[in-house]
């Protein structure tokens, strides 16, 4: 059974057939060659896969794409201005150098989109809680929570302008 998929991939239409057990992470890496979605654990524990459907975070290594059908999706590929400007989270893991060999980097990025979205100014606490669900085996945490920390204040700022 082939089923037909139409969903919007960082603000882009997208029509495609694929079968029932096809993962989202197989869709978006296999047939839409967007490779800022990692696939590491393969059972929603490690975070690396987050993508925003509809803003809200989940793990495309488990999420069936069927159930993406007419919703919005955005992965770390989405986040980049036209222009070629980094979004102020992907700016901030930079500055703080919140990446080491990088597989994690962009589920944390996408994780930490989604808090940001619902609280501009997190608490430390509240930014460790909400980034419990995705893991970093090279660069610890301190500096990405001090990433997501410089993100939300590079945000506070730009919406003032």
Known sequence: MVLNLQFTVNGKPWSLDCEPADTLAEVLRNRLNLNGTKVSCEVEVCGACTVLVDNLPVSACTYLAYEARGKNLLTVEGLEKADGTLHPIQQAFIDEFAFQCGYCTP??????????????????????HH???NICRCTGYVPIVAAVERAADMMSKESKK
């Open 107 to 128: 589920g944390m990025i996408m994780a930490a989109k989604s808090l940001l979205d619902e609280n501009p100014k997190p608490t430390r606490d509240e930014i460790i």
């Open 131 to 133: 980034m419990d669900g």
